[in-house]
């Protein structure tokens, strides 16, 4: 026990001395405002400058664009939001308000390209807080923003431990087994990063958790109550609602349903997943007034992501027109196989920044490789599993030139974060297997350190590159003299 914790220190220690720098925007900020009052305008009054915002992307920004929008406009347009300084986001779309595109820079309106079930469903909390304070993320974005992200990540990860340290006593053998996983889930995985962002991830990995223990429950403990019934086709229909790939999962784990309790499946599973898809898609069509997601747009010619809008005086291409330039990354990897070398075990790779996954991988070929005398219906639990990972990194790779880029600027390969809780009651068997000798047990402290590590160096930010991309263009550019 004792080097497992040694182990989550000194990968602690690791994590946050490779991305120590000296990042101080409160300072700045002072300074350059000090300099202002020195150097006030033509009307006397300083031109003072705000560098401090807790909503550190274009990608959150995106969705708290729209979570402003709903509350203190009544609209999805996010127009009067984005004008605002430090809330500009290049993940917008521009159409008509019922779907039709509006190229120009006075036609139509803006709005965020993310789905809106979750800005719509955090927009709720915001409103309580709005009419409780009268304050609003415009004026008070740091405090109200905490707020939300506590109640939005912070809450729904202790109830994810909670769950899952319900299924390491009931599936583990070992305490150093038991002990590994449950630390490699508080500790040793990117999702910890993204506790301070306002994205899909944590909504996804929260439901998968309790998709997989209410599927335990069915699968392994012989439960037959429709109420776990329901409960798995909410989690495991919401998991897909926030990573559309995850459909992949949902739909293995329907059928397993259906073979094993086709009534309980049919009345109970079934309309809870209609729920979320009746949700989903009416917020879609709210916002879009159609029920395609707005990504559909994104490779069509003339369509929502290819526009023109008004910031201030000024006439702006939309990011994503073909003509504008693009960062490296966002114009993708054009070679296929590197791309899914760097996504398996390269500098975004899923398990070179997180080994621990590697016990994962072994536990599931375990699971699936059992008896059926001995595992149940477990063992095709773990083959759905198994399957549905297979399926969408081969989705995620086989992705066009454009979407082959890491999920953009951000720490690890962040598409794939909502299979966690799967992949962490799949390291079970094999982190009980490292229990049995010394040296086993420093392999997977050695693991669990290099995990650790690389989840702790995105120290207050995960919109930033992974610190073995970050050595690996020093590398190259060493050897090649730049």
Not at 16 to 43: C, T, Y
Not at 405 to 432: C, E, H, Q, V
Request: hydrophobic content about 50%; some cysteine.
């Amino acid at each position: 026990m004792y080097l497992l914790v040694t182990a989550v220190a000194v990968g602690t220690s690791a994590g946050r001395l490779g991305a120590v720098n000296s990042v101080d925007m409160i300072r700045l900020e002072r300074h350059l405002n000090e300099e202002a009052r020195k150097q006030a305008g033509p009307d006397g009054a300083p031109r003072l400058r705000s560098l401090q915002r807790p909503f550190l992307s274009g990608n959150d920004r995106s969705r708290w664009c729209t979570v402003r929008a709903l509350v203190e406009h009544g609209t999805y347009a996010i127009d009067d939001v984005v004008s605002q300084p430090g809330w500009d986001t290049i993940d917008m779309v521009k159409h008509d308000g019922r779907g039709k595109p509006a190229a120009g820079p006075d036609e139509g309106h803006l709005y965020s390209s993310k789905p809106p079930l979750l800005p719509t469903i955090m927009a709720g909390g915001y409103w309580l807080l709005h009419r409780a304070t009268g304050k609003t993320l415009g004026s008070h974005p740091h405090e109200l923003g905490r707020i939300l992200l506590f109640c939005w990540n912070v809450v729904p990860f202790a109830v994810y431990l909670a769950i899952l340290a319900r299924i390491v006593e009931r599936y583990g053998t070992t305490d150093f087994g038991r002990l590994l996983v449950f630390t490699a889930a508080a500790l040793g995985t990117l999702l910890s990063a993204y506790a301070v962002a306002f994205t899909n991830h944590w909504p996804a990995a929260f439901a998968a958790m309790v998709a997989v223990d209410a599927l335990l429950r069915i699968v392994c403990e012989g439960e037959r109550r429709r109420r776990w019934f329901f409960v798995t086709g909410l989690a495991a229909a919401f998991m897909a609602a926030c990573e559309l790939p995850a459909l992949a999962f949902c739909g293995l784990g329907g059928l397993l349903l259906l073979a094993l309790a086709p009534r309980q499946t049919l009345v109970a599973a079934l309309p809870a997943a209609v729920l979320v898809a009746v949700a989903a898609c009416g917020t879609n069509y709210a916002a879009h007034g159609t029920i395609r997601p707005a990504y559909t747009e994104r490779h069509v010619a003339g369509g929502w992501y290819d526009y023109q809008f008004r910031r201030g005086d000024r006439v702006v291409d939309s990011y994503w027109k073909p003509t504008v330039p693009k960062s490296a990354i966002d114009q993708g990897e054009p070679s296929q196989a590197a791309y899914a070398f760097h996504v398996l075990v390269g500098h975004h790779g899923i398990f070179s920044l997180t080994p621990v996954w590697l016990l994962s991988l072994a536990g599931l070929t375990l699971l699936v490789a059992r008896r059926p005398e001995t595992a149940g219906q477990g063992r095709w639990l773990a083959a759905a599993i198994l399957a549905s990972t297979g399926i969408c990194l081969a989705f995620y790779i086989a992705r066009p030139l454009e979407d082959r880029n890491y999920g953009g600027t951000a720490t690890g390969f962040r598409w794939a974060l909502w299979f966690a809780p799967l992949w962490l009651y799949a390291m079970l068997p094999a982190a009980d297997a490292l229990a049995a000798t010394r040296p086993r047990r420093l392999l997977a402290a050695a693991l669990l350190a290099v995990s650790v590590a690389s989840a702790s160096y995105p120290t207050w930010n995960p919109w930033t590159l992974p610190w073995l991309q970050v050595f690996w263009t020093y590398c190259t550019s060493t050897i090649s003299g730049s």
